[in-house]
């Protein structure tokens, strides 16, 4: 039976019929070819299907993306989120920021403990944040409050999360030792790994992953770590020159926590030969043409944080299926095959 929104002219045209067939099968009248009644029954799927589409499209859901990152980085989320909101489907997403650099756990707990409670309205949350109990307990809580989170390139342990999305970072880990181990070869010296904050558990997994393939493939390598240093340029300097300045020769640096400018700066300062291997800013364009970078493991944000949105979307059911994972895979970018929308 048609229902009474969709007009017998509206099926004829969608099946391509006339509009007496159509009224012979919607009232179960002889005189129709099978091909005829098939064609009226996909034409009143089709109409129900564009229906609850424009009824969906009429839905807007509010997303708050909360992200604890240096500004470089936080600019990069901000654009790629404001790219991916007219593409999302079917319904009409908005999207509420809150940033922080180096923030305590317990503050980002708070942002996110505020969400949907005294008339703050949220659909859902997008957080890159610490590994730690207090936002984890905060994104369980969250859920009971009926928001999905997505946790973005850095996972949240036990945290009732609905998906993680971003950068296969045990991956990204162990292609950099594999890439390094090949580019050294018996060049003696250490590797310098320098990492924004330990508290990120993404991070931990590219550090655990690139240890451990270093040892697999170069058993003899040393490696220097200097940690918790926030991407800020200026403190990685610092940290970089003291490791230089105290530590064994290093042959090659792993850079997971941004800070490039920073660790240039000490190796040019200190004279050291090193082959600077860096990891995933597409920031560092400028260093990797001059050659101070030799590689950058890259991912690309704006597919992530739209396949951040779709997984939203189903977990409001407003898209089939339900909440995945999505990693994405590590890219090694040269001087030679940068992407191109990043080669002006």
Do not use: C
């Amino acid at each position: 039976m048609v229902r009474r929104s969709h007009r017998i002219r509206d099926v004829a045209e969608q099946a391509g019929v006339s509009e007496a067939t159509v009224d012979r099968v919607l009232h179960g009248r002889p005189g129709v070819s099978p091909r005829a009644v098939r064609a009226v029954e996909a034409a009143v799927l089709e109409l129900e299907r564009q229906q609850s589409q424009v009824r969906l499209s009429r839905r807007t859901l509010l997303v708050d993306v909360v992200v604890d990152a240096p500004p470089r980085f936080r600019d990069a989320v901000t654009a790629a989120v404001e790219e991916a909101l007219p593409s999302a489907r079917p319904a009409t997403v908005r999207a509420r920021f809150t940033t922080s650099d180096g923030a305590p756990a317990e503050e980002v707990a708070a942002v996110v403990d505020t969400l949907g409670t005294g008339g703050r309205v949220s659909h859902g949350l997008v957080l890159k944040a610490p590994d730690d109990p207090a936002v984890a307990a905060a994104v369980r809580r969250a859920r009971q409050r009926g928001i999905p989170t997505i946790t973005l390139v850095t996972d949240v342990s036990s945290s009732d999360r609905v998906a993680y999305v971003g950068l296969d970072n045990a991956a990204a880990g162990a292609t950099a030792a594999y890439l390094l181990t090949h580019l050294l070869g018996a060049t003696d010296g250490a590797v310098l790994a320098t990492l924004s904050h330990r508290s990120f558990l993404g991070e931990q997994e590219r550090f655990v992953a690139f240890r451990e393939r270093l040892a697999a493939d170069d058993a003899g390598r040393d490696v220097v770590v200097v940690g918790d240093l926030h991407g800020d340029d200026a403190a990685t300097e610092r940290a970089v020159a003291a490791a230089l300045g105290k530590g064994p020769h290093v042959a090659a640096v792993y850079s997971m926590g941004g800070g490039n400018t920073g660790v240039a700066a000490a190796l040019a300062a200190a004279g050291a030969g090193a082959v600077p291997f860096h990891d995933l800013d597409a920031d560092n364009l400028a260093l990797l043409r001059t050659g101070v970078l030799t590689a950058v493991l890259h991912h690309d944000l704006r597919a992530d944080l739209r396949a951040a949105l779709t997984q939203l979307l189903r977990a409001h059911r407003l898209l089939p299926g339900a909440p995945a994972s999505v990693w994405s895979a590590p890219q090694v970018v040269t001087p030679w095959n940068v992407p191109p929308r990043l080669r002006d």
